[in-house]
């Protein structure tokens, strides 16, 4: 439901008048008792302003997302990349490719392999599909603890060296 931004209170989305007309409220910013109707609802009224019926909460953080907006947009923004990331994932098949684990989207990372890195796949969900994809192709999908190892490889004759691996 709307809320007016003068008075504070909650109006409905659809009026019907004395003669019957339904009128629709979706746009309107003050309740029917604030500016009566045909009465240009949308200039300033005379008086204070209520500034926080002008704003709503965000769901998932609670800070200001604004009048029409359900999420802020840092919030807006951890979607679209949880999104990009888990249609990435998809793409690639889903498991990891050296041990073939499977499970929640924050425990698989992409590996790049072949030819050069253009942009990392996490920074850069705002991208395109395609190009998101033509970099995807380019690289390998692994669980974390495989990526971590891929990565400590280099590092084996250090370990040979203080007698971890024999």
Not at 116 to 133: L, P, Q, T
Request: glycine fraction near 10%.
């Amino acid at each position: 439901m709307p809320v007016c931004c003068k008075c504070g209170s909650k109006f409905p989305f659809k009026y019907r008048d004395e003669e019957g007309v339904s009128h629709n409220f979706q746009h309107r910013k003050y309740c029917i008792s604030c500016s009566p109707l045909h009465a240009h609802n949308t200039r300033k009224l005379d008086g204070e302003i209520n500034e926080q019926a002008n704003q709503r909460k965000c769901l998932f953080c609670g800070k200001t997302a604004g009048r029409r907006r359900k999420k802020c947009g840092s919030c807006q923004a951890k979607i679209r990349k949880l999104k990009m990331k888990i249609l990435a994932i998809k793409y690639k098949g889903g498991k990891c490719e050296q041990c073939g684990w499977s499970g929640h989207p924050a425990g698989f990372q992409f590996h790049h392999m072949v030819g050069i890195k253009e942009f990392e796949i996490g920074h850069h969900s705002a991208r395109s599909w395609n190009n998101i994809v033509k970099e995807l192709d380019k690289c390998g999908l692994l669980c974390a603890t495989c990526h971590h190892i891929r990565h400590a490889n280099a590092s084996d004759s250090l370990l040979r060296h203080v007698g971890y691996l024999v």
